[in-house]
């Protein structure tokens, strides 16, 4: 009996070791298969969000604030869809996973990310916690309504502020709390990586003051400044906050305490699942910026970029949220969120036509990604800030700049982060100097002028690109404009003479520069074709004659040309 129980014994053993051995195999091959997480990639100052291993450009909608229900995404979708979008930016609320302390609710996103894989859209989630632009709109019940556990911001005057404060440690761990469930779900129930981004926050900062001024912010105030700020600044020499900024102390004191903040929420999330993640901006004009407090003081608004970037080493990018619709404040703007330390997605911007030229200065600073905002049915328009009606036609000034790029978009963003694009969009025109040169009676101090602001040059290195706007294909005469302005274009180098372009209502003129400037040339061969789905070139035809004779001249038609140049 012994041997026989000593036998059965091995045997169950035995059983026991290959169920546990297929099991870990099992487990290790679905862990193998399932697909690489995005990532952001940064390469001598250049930058590329990674997804499925290569460089991907995010050409976004991003819905209105509370689109992000169940019954309302058949309010999103076809929006999404007319568009030609690749993603779709969207809210999830901390109210809606934890409308009870301790008790989560996923029921939105199984839908959410079962419909945008079905339709194979990708997402960037944006999570309304603590920040909804200032106040905790979108903070469950129990925080909002409870201010002794989970205390506001306190104006200089006593007055309390609808702005939850930075310094609470009560009200950051039960965000991040809630954070860490919502990065649990995604781990487990998205292998895909359909969310393939994070935004922290929504346009984080306080209006009406420039920080918190309530007993516990005051005793931070005079104690040292933390050394990992003052080193990452290059300050020897530090103090207390007064002591260490001077006029800026109140400001940076804020603007360090909500970047920590978010770093430690995004911090935590990343520790389960490490998805891109960034901050958005409710942005400062660079100009007239006015006081701290008129803007989202402690956002990360471009006077306190350098702060925001040591304080929050865990957030990949700030992203600039853009309402300005002048011309020399957006380029501005990109200039200033497109460093080598920080790349450039347009997470924001308005959805009425004047914005949709900026897509092409977007990819011409190296942009990863851009996102009108508003971008659905729901039948809420943010006027004056975006389009005063939503309609097919809203959707079309957006969608034409999307087809330019959308079938070879993975070409230009391999090519953008080996730092070889170039992009332009139409300044703003005096219409009613147009309308006087329309007459003929333009000085001709005026006709220069025009011109002038009508034209835009690029260095490509050995060649130079004019590009101009408002002229009939085949006439010399000064470029007008467009009314509206809405061209641009787009142009991304192969090799030292050779170019990928595209533009909408625009001219596009190569020319010799450098080395060989006044040197005769020639456009060699310029191929209209696209790229297939395995990223090869496909010839369709050769541009030659009136075609190139007066430049490359892009219209509506969505064309892409493959252009070489040589001198002679």
């Known amino acids: 009996m012994a041997l026989h129980g000593l036998i059965n014994g091995a045997r169950v053993w035995l059983v026991l070791t290959l169920v546990v051995t297929v099991s870990a195999c099992s487990h290790q091959s679905l862990q193998g298969n399932q697909a690489e997480l995005p990532r952001l990639d940064t390469r001598d100052g250049r930058h590329a969000l990674m997804v499925d291993g290569e460089p991907f450009l995010i050409l976004a ?3 209105n604030n509370s689109a992000n229900y169940p019954a309302v995404l058949d309010q999103v979708w076809p929006s999404i869809e007319k568009l030609g979008a690749n993603t779709l930016s969207i809210p999830v609320a901390w109210e809606q996973i934890e409308p009870r302390e301790g008790e989560f609710d996923f029921s939105y996103l199984d839908t959410l990310i079962a419909e945008a894989h079905e339709r194979d859209i990708r997402l960037v989630l944006l999570w309304f916690a603590t920040w909804k632009n200032n106040a905790p709109h979108y903070a469950p019940a129990w925080v909002k309504l409870d201010n002794e556990r989970f205390p506001r911001v306190i104006q200089r005057n006593g007055e309390t502020l609808n702005s939850l404060s930075p310094h609470a440690d009560t009200t950051r761990e039960a965000d991040k709390k809630a954070f860490v469930e919502l990065m649990t779900y995604l781990r487990d129930n998205d292998p895909n990586h359909t969310v393939m981004m994070v935004q922290v926050q929504n346009e984080p900062g306080t209006y009406r003051s420039v920080r918190d001024f309530s007993p516990m912010a005051e005793a931070i105030f005079e104690r040292p400044v933390p050394e990992q700020l003052t080193r990452g600044l290059g ?19 804020h603007a360090y305490s909500i970047a920590r903040y978010i770093n430690s929420i995004a911090e935590a999330g990343k520790a389960v699942k490490n998805l891109p993640m960034n901050v958005n901006v409710a942005l400062r004009n660079p100009f007239y910026p006015g006081e701290p407090g008129q803007y989202s003081s402690g956002g990360a608004t471009d006077n306190v970029l350098d702060l925001w970037k040591v304080a929050a080493p865990a957030i990949d990018m700030i992203s600039p949220d853009i309402y300005f619709r002048d011309h020399r404040t957006v380029e501005r703007v990109m200039e200033l969120y497109s460093r080598p330390d920080n790349a450039l997605f347009v997470a924001e911007i308005g959805n009425d036509q004047p914005y949709a030229r900026y897509f092409f200065s977007a990819l011409g600073h190296q942009g990863i990604g851009f996102a009108p905002f508003g971008m659905d049915d729901t039948g809420y328009m943010n006027y004056p800030l975006g389009a005063p009606t939503f309609d097919d036609q809203v959707i079309e000034n957006f969608a034409q700049v999307y087809r330019l790029v959308a079938p070879w978009a993975r070409e230009w963003a391999r090519l953008s982060f080996e730092g070889k694009v170039w992009g332009a969009s139409e300044p703003g025109g005096d219409r009613e100097m147009s309308q006087r040169i329309w007459n003929a009676e333009a000085s001709p101090e005026e006709l220069e002028q025009q011109a002038e602001t009508f034209t835009q040059h690029l260095d490509l290195g050995r060649w130079q690109a004019e590009v101009t706007y408002g002229r009939p294909m085949f006439w010399i005469e000064p470029p007008e404009g467009n009314d ?10 192969l ?4 170019f990928l372009i595209t533009g909408l209502n625009s001219r596009v003129s190569l020319s010799p520069a450098g080395e060989q400037e006044g040197e005769r040339y020639m456009v060699v061969r310029a191929e209209e074709g696209y790229f297939n789905d395995a990223g090869e070139w496909q010839f369709i035809r050769v541009w030659n004659g009136d075609q190139t004779d007066w430049g490359l001249n892009f219209r509506e038609r969505p064309f892409l040309l493959r252009v070489r140049m040589a001198t002679y």
């Open 61 to 63: 909608g991003q819905s």
């Open 484 to 493: 509206p302005p809405s061209g641009g274009a787009l142009i991304a180098q």
């Open 495 to 498: 090799d030292d003479d050779e």
């Open 235 to 253: 300050i020897e020499h530090g103090g207390n906050w007064p002591e260490t900024f001077g006029d800026d102390a109140d400001e940076f004191l």
